[in-house]
């Protein structure tokens, strides 16, 4: 299949808006391909070559990225990056300079789909010396085979920007109408429901779509969880208050005998832990692999977990080596990100691993079943080791009395809150459920995303800041701003956060840019003023950047409205 096919789909995308426009075409895209492409058009047309679960890095920074478009078109550096600055996008700046390209390579070989997939696969395999300019060389011996346009989506697939619109609902409205049934039948919303399931508990939809294509709707109920496929996490929406969270919670009709399990909320980070005898993996809530950081929570799952194959989930969480008290994430997030040291920042930045869910044991999936029946299992197989591999902290309450002890207790101890679930309520990949919610204090930190931003002046012209920041408008499928960070960065923290930003550029006027929100942050602050001069109606007073919160993803950047209450609490 020639990538100028799959081209051509893009550039239909990109010339619409409309829901159900995308979502024919993608569909159009999956029933045209054959049985060897298809896996791989359901992942490029998100623009992304990897297993959700296999976050690769390709290792090819903006940068990096100019220097292979100048090194295969034999243009200047310095012109390409004037034409990215004026448009805001790199990969228009590399369909630009192949339509202007000097040189032409002797041999050309066709770019197909599989090259493209394939030669992205290899690049982000190479490590250590002479890496960076493998990297380099690969991609533009891409880029050299490239028309302009498919250049451009080149480009823009490997900074992971392809800046189309197409969010999970669309794939899976496309595999429904393309192998299921069409928009207009009775039967279309049953079988988007299917395809719903199925990635729930396969998280991959090539597995769907393949299943969906050669099964049909039996084929995709029965898929189920398997080990090392992670699965996305359930996710808890944010309660007013203790009063709110346990009439939410012990109200349900459902809940056992009017009782909520209230657990310590803890500043740490999601794990998903898969053992198969002595194989043992640790995800985070963003299905990356961090067994390599963190050996310690391997041997306490084969010393503590009695059990030949499971799926447990739990909090790590960091701690002062001297007084046993909580650290703040940002302590944690050194050993999240380093692969190199390990055994260093095992002693510098010890942790505890906090239980609280079982989701599979011994060959049998339990996400149907009630939490209270998934909690027994998971003490069935647990000899806790107090201190470092344990359930977290976890107590019943039926009253709003009991539950404000527990949170009282959690704040104490230098925690951020409790969660309280419903002991009836099954577990629900990828959704944020009402049967889980979480309770805060009301001046705690802000999630938000950065919607734009500005270069700075003088020194630091090569750096951005002024960073707006933006809460999450669920209605309007927006952000919004609410006010902007403009002092107190490190030069350290700016240059992270410019290479972390500048790939996401989507228009550029002057010093000023706006971005394709992708990075969350951790905002502190003093208090909450409305203000007329931002979308959300409200601004942060004296905020402070706390640092990148990447066991986040968009969905869990605070809403204006949680603003709003946070404004009123005050």
Not at 163 to 177: K, S, V, Y
Not at 190 to 203: I, L, S
Not at 248 to 256: F, Y
Request: proline letters at 4%; a negative charge.
């Amino acid at each position: 299949m020639d990538y100028a096919a799959l081209v051509e789909t893009y550039e239909r995308l990109d010339a619409t808006q409309a829901t159900h426009e995308l979502t024919d075409v993608v569909a159009e895209a999956l029933e045209t391909a054959d049985e060897a492409h298809l896996p791989l058009v359901v992942k490029l047309v998100r623009g992304d070559p990897f297993a959700a679960w296999k976050p690769d890095e390709l290792g090819l920074s903006s940068n990096l990225t100019q220097t292979a478009i100048a090194r295969a078109t034999g243009l200047d550096e310095d012109a390409i990056e004037d034409r990215w600055r004026e448009t805001g996008d790199l990969g228009s700046a590399a369909e630009w300079a192949v339509e202007h390209r000097r040189q032409q390579t002797l041999v050309n070989e066709d770019l197909t789909v599989r090259r493209v997939h394939d030669t992205l696969q290899e690049i982000a395999t190479y490590e250590g010396e002479g890496s960076q300019g493998k990297r380099i060389d690969a991609l533009a011996g891409l880029l050299s085979d490239a028309d302009p346009a498919s250049a451009k989506y080149v480009v823009r697939t490997v900074l992971g920007h392809l800046r189309l619109g197409i969010a999970e609902g669309t794939i899976r409205d496309a595999i429904a109408r393309a192998f299921l049934a069409e928009r207009e039948e009775p039967d279309f919303e049953a079988a988007v429901e299917a395809v719903e399931r199925a990635f729930q508990v396969t998280n991959d939809f090539r597995v769907v779509a393949e299943t969906a294509r050669e099964d049909g709707i039996d084929g995709l109920a029965g898929l189920d969880v398997e080990l090392f496929r992670p699965l996305r996490v359930m996710l808890a929406r944010k309660a007013e208050d203790l009063e709110d969270a346990v009439e939410t919670v012990a109200g349900d009709g459902d809940a056992d005998e009017g009782e909520a399990l209230l657990e310590y909320k803890l500043d740490g980070f999601r794990i998903q832990i898969h053992r198969r005898g002595g194989e043992i993996t640790v995800f985070t809530r963003r299905l990356e692999d961090v067994t390599h950081q963190f050996p310690e929570v391997v041997e306490w799952v084969e010393a503590c977990v009695e059990a030949e194959s499971a799926i447990l989930e739990a909090e790590v969480l960091a701690e002062d080596p001297d007084t046993g008290e909580p650290l703040p994430f940002q302590e944690l997030s050194r050993r999240i990100k380093r692969k190199y040291d390990v055994e260093r920042l095992r002693e510098e930045v010890p942790v505890g691993v906090h239980l609280f869910d079982l989701l599979y044991l011994d060959g049998e999936a339990y996400l149907d079943r009630p939490l209270r029946e998934r909690l027994d299992a998971l003490a069935g197989v647990l000899d806790p080791r107090p201190g470092d591999f344990d359930r977290v902290e976890h107590r019943l309450a039926d009253t709003v009395e009991d539950a404000a002890a527990v949170y009282e207790d959690a704040l104490a101890a230098g925690h951020e809150g409790v969660m309280a679930k419903n002991l009836a309520a099954t577990y629900q990949p990828g959704r944020r459920v009402g049967n889980l919610v979480k309770v805060k204090p009301t001046m705690e930190p802000l999630d938000l995303t950065v919607v734009r931003a500005e270069w700075s002046e003088g020194r630091r012209r090569n750096r951005l800041g002024r960073l707006f920041l933006g809460c999450r408008d669920p209605d309007a499928g927006e952000f919004r701003e609410v006010g902007r960070l403009s002092t107190g960065f490190t030069d350290e923290e700016l240059a992270e956060i410019t290479e972390r930003l500048e790939p996401t550029i989507v228009e550029q006027d002057g010093r000023a840019v706006t971005f394709e929100p992708t990075q969350i942050i951790e905002v502190a602050y003093e208090e909450i003023q409305e203000s007329p001069e931002y979308g959300s109606g409200y601004a942060l007073r004296f905020p402070r950047f706390e640092g990148f919160r990447d066991d986040l993803d968009l969905g869990d950047v605070d809403t204006v409205e949680r603003v709003e209450g946070l404004f009123e609490d005050q």
